[in-house]
């Protein structure tokens, strides 16, 4: 059974991973912010008696879900929401970058150099633009594994398909990463 200060603990460690997930899914600041707070009030509410080691699973169910319905009421919505009305720019908004104001406590290191920190940036983008373009379940397959650390068994109860299903997405986007980060001119070791 876990201990409210586990819960907590587990909310604040998986808080930011799951907020990038959540954007590089729905390309939407704001709406990946709610899917993240939705999906951990969830966790918190309907699992948080379960064991420590059941709850990465459930947490990316759940994530992962709250994802889907987004789209689901976001199809619903642009029904009979104007076409030209959607795709008119709003100039009034300014650009606030979420995971600059969310905390990360256990970086205590430095700050870089002014150029190492635009060079680690302008990676970090492209890396994060190359994400954005993989399929769905490759991009889901590829963050539940490689960087929640989540073994295929747990992958594929989270995702819903068969650990063949999930190695076959991995491949696939550890392949299309490699070529596309190659053809930016970004070599990682």
């Known amino acids: 059974m876990c201990t409210s200060a586990e819960l907590s603990q587990f909310l604040s460690n998986v808080e930011r991973r799951a907020f990038k997930h959540a954007v590089f899914a729905?390309?939407?600041?704001?709406?990946?912010?709610?899917?993240?707070?939705?999906?951990?009030?969830?966790?918190?509410?309907?699992?948080?008696?379960?064991?420590?080691?059941?709850l990465?699973?459930?947490?990316?169910?759940?994530?992962?879900?709250?994802?889907?319905?987004?789209?689901?009421?976001?199809?619903?919505?642009?029904?009979?929401?104007?076409?030209?009305?959607?795709?008119?720019?709003?100039?009034?908004?300014?650009?606030?970058?979420?995971?600059e104001v969310l905390e990360d406590g256990e970086n205590n290191s430095s700050p870089l150099p002014p150029e190492e920190s635009l060079k680690q940036k302008q990676i970090i983008a492209i890396v994060e633009q190359a994400l954005g373009k993989l399929p769905p379940r490759q991009r889901e397959a590829f963050l539940l594994r490689y960087w929640e650390g989540m073994d295929t068994t747990d992958t594929a109860a989270a995702m819903g398909c068969t650990e063949g299903s999930v190695k076959t997405h991995c491949s696939r986007a550890i392949h299309a990463l490699a070529v596309s980060l190659k053809a930016k001119g970004v070599e990682l070791p």
Do not use: C, T
Request: proline residues 4%.
């Open 26 to 54: 729905v390309h939407d600041n704001h709406a990946a912010l709610d899917i993240v707070q939705d999906s951990m009030l969830k966790l918190a509410e309907k699992y948080g008696a379960k064991p420590v080691e059941e």
């Open 56 to 99: 990465p699973m459930l947490f990316q169910r759940i994530l992962q879900n709250n994802i889907r319905d987004h789209f689901r009421r976001h199809k619903v919505r642009s029904s009979w929401i104007s076409l030209f009305s959607a795709l008119q720019p709003r100039h009034d908004e300014e650009e606030i970058d979420l995971l």
